[in-house]
């Protein structure tokens, strides 16, 4: 019944205006795109973290 016969091609909803992006695509083409930044790495992460197992014994003893 359906052979060889193709869907139409479903037609594709027009974006919604949002202002935010309007004005960035506004300020990029009148500024150019600004330069690429690296972020910080965090504080939490810079400190030394406490082992997370106990020595074992024989760790302990082998150091002497």
Known sequence: MMRN???AAK???PKLFK??????AAARE???TPPPT???PSSK?????KPKHKRTLGDLLGEE
């Open 11 to 13: 037609r594709r909803k």
């Open 38 to 40: 690296r972020t910080e």
């Open 19 to 24: 202002a935010a992006l309007a004005v960035k």
């Open 45 to 49: 992460k810079r400190t030394p973290e």
């Open 5 to 7: 016969k193709k869907m």
């Open 30 to 32: 009148k500024m150019g």
